[in-house]
């Protein structure tokens, strides 16, 4: 009895050895195996510890992906995890363009392509393709095999063994990965291509997220791009209306005060011949009305640039002659200046409104001029950008400078940094305008203590 | 020879005294006044000036109608005409229906608006 029950033991256990011994490869023209996770099973120790190896495994991808950081890192996470977990030659991750219907390669591992080569691009008339169209894995053990497959465009890193999959959320195909030779040799097990579908399910959720939030990111940019367009130029209109009413009231003003201030500078001048030279003190008070009146008059002008600055009269013109021009009309002003020209000989000319122009620049050194205490440098560039085909004049000077606050409001109407009638705040907005209307570009960088730079950029004249 | 005659149209009586003082100190030109469009046009045809001094802005007849009205009638119509305006810088070249013609601006000095009037005076 005892020896009967021993030989039973002896045969069950010979039994279990064997079913441990004939576990049969797994193609793709086989039915899938599943291993029955019951104590029954004679497999069943070691189903139970594959799954649990693919559980943790599963598990620490998962963790791994969701920390992934964009599109690229999330692909490569994938590619990894197939690649190490089943100890393969080569993984490749394929991205899927359905608009173009091509693959290109994304990541790829155990497999290296020349640099000199173009990019790999693959169309839908290779393996990948079909993998695609059947949306489902083809798992091949040997491809030499396969003469269905050889008619298909080659992917070189598909050799002999593989596990094709695709990668797809709900309908949209992301990609195919590919996983090709185990290092240890033979084909590929049914669980080794479903842990690869595994990778390739949970791969593609998190492809769509990561796809999904960089579409989002995209969007967000391109709406606060807009939103900056559309402020920007909601700006532009509420300036262009304050200008237009302001030179509205401008213009108004001016003719209401020239037409007093003419009749001061007729009536002084009158009384200046009556009054005999020899009073000094009555010549030197009428001379006193006069200034105030000429000086009441150059507001009224600026007013009056100010409101103009609407249109230009445009000739082909010589810059440098421009600037010559205007130095040698505020040469009394830059007495205490040391001026340094660096002039580029051989400009092309310029379509500007020369007036206009001199207005600008004539502008600019008084402002420099002003800003110069003591003694001082004014140095005046003049060159042309081939490239850009523009022409820079760059005039700057070693003044007190302009402080960081008050150089974003130095181009506002009205607004000055000078004291009490030395300046009407409207200079710097006229030659902005002017220069806008040229389509050009007036920039000031400024230090404190150290000088202002003003950069005017024009256009050639074509 | 006599002096040139010279005529000037603006609303505002007190400039325009004023100029007839100073231009006539010089001892080259006299000047007549009017003070309104109609008047100037009446008084062009009385004196024949060797130009006129014309206001743009006025009550009335502005300076546009003003020389419009010179320009079709063939007795004036050659008169040399010098605007004063409040809307140029200082001194300008006419654009518009002054187009042609000298701007002067109403703040200019007296040695400007003589040296402007002998520029441009007929004869």
């Known amino acids: 009895m005892v020896i009967l029950f021993l030989l039973i033991a002896v045969l069950f256990g010979y039994m279990i050895a064997i079913s441990f011994r004939q576990k049969k490869p797994f193609f793709s023209q086989e039915p899938p195996q599943q291993g029955s996770l019951s104590p029954q099973n004679p497999s069943y120790l070691e189903d139970k510890i594959w ?32 690649h190490n977990f089943l100890s393969i030659e080569r993984t490749v991750f394929l991205t899927w363009d359905k608009n173009s219907e091509q693959f290109t390669l994304a990541c790829a591992m155990g497999w290296c392509r020349d640099r000199s080569q173009s990019p790999l691009v693959i169309g839908n008339d290779s393996i990948s393709g079909l993998v695609i169209h059947n949306r489902e894995a083809l798992v091949v053990a040997d491809l030499s095999e396969e003469s269905y497959l050889n008619k298909l465009n080659k992917e070189e890193y598909l050799q002999k063994a593989f596990i094709s999959v695709p990668v797809i959320y709900k309908n949209e195909v992301l990609g195919v990965l590919h996983v090709c030779d185990k290092k240890a040799p033979g084909p590929f097990t049914q669980r080794e291509a479903s842990v690869v579908m595994s990778i390739a399910r949970v791969g593609a959720i998190t492809l769509q997220n990561v796809r999904l ?77 006069m200034d105030s009146a000429q000086r009441a008059d150059g507001i009224v002008v600026s007013l ?10 445009l000739y082909p013109e010589n810059i440098n002659s421009i600037l010559e021009n205007c130095l ?21 000319k310029v379509s500007v409104d020369k007036n206009k122009l001199m207005q600008v620049f004539i502008n600019l050194f008084m402002n420099a001029a002003h800003a110069i205490v003591g003694n001082g440098e004014l140095t005046v560039r003049c060159f042309l950008k081939k490239m850009e085909e523009v022409i820079i004049v760059e005039i700057e000077d070693t003044g007190t400078g302009i402080s960081e606050e008050n150089l974003k409001r130095i181009f506002d109407p009205f607004f000055t940094t000078k004291g009490p009638g030395k300046g009407t705040g409207l200079g710097l907005s006229v030659s902005q305008n002017i220069i806008n209307l040229h389509k050009g570009l007036i920039e000031i960088s400024s230090q404190v203590g150290k000088g202002t730079k003003v950069t005017v950029t024009l256009r050639i004249s074509k | 020879m006599g002096k040139k005659k010279i005529l000037i149209i603006d609303d505002e009586d007190n400039f325009c005294n004023l100029v007839k003082k100073n231009v006539e100190k010089t001892n080259e030109f006299e000047v007549y006044v009017a003070t309104n469009g109609n008047d100037g046009i009446k008084l062009i045809k009385v004196v024949k000036p060797d130009l006129i001094l014309l206001d743009i802005m006025m009550p009335g007849l502005d300076g546009g109608d003003v020389v419009s009205l010179i320009r079709s009638d063939s007795s004036i119509k050659d008169i040399p005409i010098v605007f004063l305006t409040s809307l140029v810088r200082k001194n300008e070249a006419g654009a518009g229906f002054t187009k042609g013609y000298s701007l002067l601006a109403k703040t200019v000095t007296v040695g400007e608006l003589i040296a402007c009037i002998k520029k441009n005076v007929r004869g």
């Open chain 1, 51 to 82: 799954y649990e190896t693919e559980l943790d495994f599963l598990f620490k991808f998962n963790e791994k992906l969701i920390s992934a950081f964009g599109l690229q890192d999330a692909v490569r996470c994938i590619t990894e995890a197939a």
């Open chain 1, 213 to 289: 939030y960089e579409q989002a990111l995209k969007r967000a940019e391109e709406l606060r791009i807009a939103y900056d367009e559309l402020k920007e130029m909601q700006d532009k209109l509420t300036q262009m209306e304050k200008l237009k009413a302001i030179g509205q009231l401008a213009s108004g003003v001016a003719h209401d005060m020239r037409n007093p201030l003419g009749i001061i500078i007729q009536g002084v001048s009158y009384l200046e011949q009556l009054i005999p030279s020899a009073e000094k003190e009555q010549l030197e008070t009428l001379s006193m009305i």
């Open chain 1, 304 to 313: 009056l640039d100010f409101s103009r600055a609407t249109k230009l009269e």
């Open chain 1, 328 to 348: 040698n009309l505020v040469k009394t002003e830059l007495k205490h200046v040391k001026v340094i020209r660096q002039i580029q000989e051989g400009l092309p």
